[in-house]
């Protein structure tokens, strides 16, 4: 609740007012014919070119005499055009396949990078906890020699006092 606000004052209440807006049908939302692609690449230029392409062949379909030889089929051409397709296919492969293995030269690099960093990080700590061990072992070692010289001359004390003839 605000600082300001009183207290004892309610809400404002909203009314909702109805709208004159209709859910339109996926007819009326439809591109026209000459915004949409086609195979999701050609422009809209070259799509109008295919369909006046297609509106010239109905009308030569409809020119067409069952009398009339038929037209020879340039095969040459079309084994012409299959080569052509199949070589920018082919070089376009090439082209995604040298790309592709720089990506995985550059990675190879950044993984050797970082597992030589990383193994030199993890030497390193071995090495500080080796350190460390080796001079709480050391330390300990000191102690032990410490508390056996103590217990040593505790020994010799009680001996002399014994040997004087002092009992305890």
């Keep these: 609740m605000e600082a300001n606000a009183p207290a004892n ?82 070089e376009e492969e090439a082209a995604l396949m040298e790309e592709w293995n720089q990506l995985m030269n550059f990675f190879k690099i950044w993984a050797e990078a970082g597992h030589s960093h990383e193994t030199d990080r993890t030497f390193k700590r071995l090495q500080t906890r080796t350190s460390y061990t080796q001079n709480a072992e050391t330390e300990l070692e000191k102690s032990r020699m410490h508390y056996t010289q103590v217990v040593n001359a505790f020994q010799s004390a009680l001996n002399l006092l014994q040997s004087t003839g002092l009992r305890i």
Excluded: K, M
Excluded at 12 to 30: F, K, L, M
């Design 9 to 90: 004052n309610p809400a404002p209440i909203r009314e909702v007012q109805p709208t004159q807006h209709r859910r339109a049908d996926s007819g009326e939302t439809e591109r026209p014919a000459s915004a949409q692609l086609i195979h999701g690449t050609d422009t809209n230029e070259e799509v109008e070119e295919e369909e006046e392409e297609e509106d010239d062949e109905e009308e030569e379909e409809e020119d067409w005499n069952a009398a009339d030889p038929v037209a020879e089929f340039d095969w040459e051409g079309l084994h012409r055009r299959y080569h052509e397709v199949i070589n920018n296919a082919s």
